[in-house]
Nanobody, 122 residues
Framework: QLQLAESGGGLVQPGGSLRLSCSAP????????IGWFRQAPGKEREGVSC???????LYADSVKGRFTISRDTAKNTVYLQLDNLKPEDTATYYC????????????????WGQGTQVTVSS
């Protein structure tokens, strides 16, 4: 009965930062692979990053060096730190469980949060 919820989105200027959170009250996220995806209007859902339950992390080439995925076990939260944001990062961001694979495909994930909006604009 896993349920996911994202938070932390907002409006930022290019070059700015945000930290997105993925939480699951009532469940232990450490048991799950967690992926982050994004979808902009008119575009397909795009894999951004994922972390396996064992701590393996993957990033899409478009965000390497700018985004960082992490877990805080004490807070039962998975984060996606977004740094040096670009206008093309504008999208609704989703966290999902639970198959972190190298191709970062949405079809590998069964449970999704509601999404949080990230807008990068000057």
């Amino acid at each position: 009965q896993l349920q996911l919820a994202e938070s932390g989105g907002g409006l930022v200027q290019p070059g700015g930062s945000l930290r997105l959170s993925c939480s699951a009250p009532g469940s232990t996220l450490d048991y799950y692979d967690i992926g982050w995806f994004r979808q902009a209007p008119g575009k397909e859902r795009e894999g951004v990053s994922c972390m396996s339950s064992g701590g393996r992390v993957l990033y899409a080439d478009s965000v390497k060096g700018r985004f960082t995925i992490s877990r805080d076990t004490a807070k039962n939260t998975v984060y996606l730190q977004l740094d040096n944001l670009k206008p093309e990062d504008t999208a609704t961001y989703y966290c999902a469980a639970d198959s972190c694979r190298s191709d970062l495909q949405a079809s590998d994930y069964d449970t999704w949060g509601q999404g949080t909006q990230v807008t990068v604009s000057s």
